[in-house]
């Protein structure tokens, strides 16, 4: 059923994001002086994935949660620079990093008080296609906990779901559900 209560939003955002490498050239576009100038004309959706924070061959860890505090930081001053509201979508596994659950979680509520929002993507950020499809809810669920609580604290609601890869299924059925 979430399934079907996302997909539309799921659509909006199809083409800003195809992978995480995607999601700096999408900042920079969005602060770019082109993009600016776009703005009077277009809206756009800014979205960032792989929350708490994605670093490309470096999963959480207590040793890293410096790097992730700047990573953050600079993202939410250059989006309040530009007074842009984003929406976040995280990955919980990641949250579970024994000695650092507290940061990661701080992260999050960083994105939260700044005023952003924040979605799920998946537990684990399994890729919908490769899995059964009890698997990939068992995998929502889990990954369900902790962000909509944050979202209470702070008065709101999750009402966002990301499908990892932007896989919503192989066949138009799928994509249906
Ligand atoms: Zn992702």
């Known amino acids: 059923m979430f399934v079907s209560m996302t997909v539309r939003t799921q659509r909006n955002y199809r083409r800003i994001e195809r992978s995480r490498l995607s999601l700096l050239i999408a900042l920079v576009l969005a602060v770019s002086p082109f993009a600016l100038a776009q703005t009077s004309a277009k809206t756009i959706a800014l979205t960032f994935d ?3 924070v994605s670093t490309i061959g470096q999963d959480p860890q207590p040793e890293f949660t410096e790097r992730a ?7 939410l001053s250059v989006l309040k620079k530009h007074n842009a509201l984003a929406a976040g979508f995280v990955n919980e596994m990641k949250l579970n990093t024994p000695g650092a659950r507290d940061f990661y979680c701080g992260l999050l509520m960083d994105w939260l008080v700044a005023g952003h929002l924040l979605g799920n993507h998946g ?13 990939y809810e068992d995998d929502f669920l889990r990954g369900d906990v902790i962000t909509p609580l944050l979202l209470n604290y702070r008065g709101t609601k999750a009402r966002y779901y990301r499908y990892p890869y932007n896989d919503t299924g192989d066949t138009a059925r799928a994509e249906l559900l």
Request: charged residues 15%.
């Open 50 to 52: 792989d929350l708490p």
């Open 69 to 75: 505090s700047n990573i953050t930081q600079k993202i």
């Open 123 to 135: 537990y684990s950020h399994l890729e919908f296609g490769q899995v059964t499809l009890q698997q």
